[in-house]
Nanobody, 123 residues
Framework: QLQLVESGGGLVRPGGSLRLSCAVSGPTLDYHAIAWFRQVPGAERERIAC????????DAIDPMKGRFTISGDNTLNTVNLQMSDLKPEDTAVYYC????????????????WGQGTQVSVSS
């Protein structure tokens, strides 16, 4: 099974940037995908972007499109989420999640989860 640990969260001012990292361990030679999600209290987890070790990337969609970029090394031992032009509405707990096989859109398709890291955007 995959183990995931997020890092890099914190407090940032509006318009600022932040990079989150997800350290992935376990059987990573098999076809697998890592995604970033975020969640605010009372809402469902929202997928941000996804990357697979085949090179497949599912980019961020609105409202994060053009501001958030997912990247990873060939084995996806580390998957990063570069966030720029951050807005107060980006405040959330950010999670990385893993699954074997291709990227998926819904959180229920991902079996393995990190503990989450808080991102707060405020002046």
């Amino acid at each position: 099974q995959l183990q995931l640990v997020e890092s890099g969260g914190g407090l940032v001012r509006p318009g600022g940037s932040l990079r989150l990292s997800c350290a992935v361990s376990g059987p990573t030679l098999d076809y697998h995908a890592i995604a970033w999600f975020r969640q605010v209290p009372g809402a469902e987890r929202e997928r941000i972007a996804c990357i697979a070790n085949t090179g497949e990337i599912a980019d961020a969609i609105d409202p994060m499109k053009g501001r958030f970029t997912i990247s990873g090394d060939n084995t996806l031992n580390t998957v990063n989420l570069q966030m720029s032009d951050l807005k107060p509405e980006d405040t959330a707990v950010y999670y990385c999640a893993g699954k074997y096989g291709a990227c998926a859109f819904t959180s229920g398709r991902f079996k393995y989860w990190g503990q989450g890291t808080q991102v707060s955007v405020s002046s």
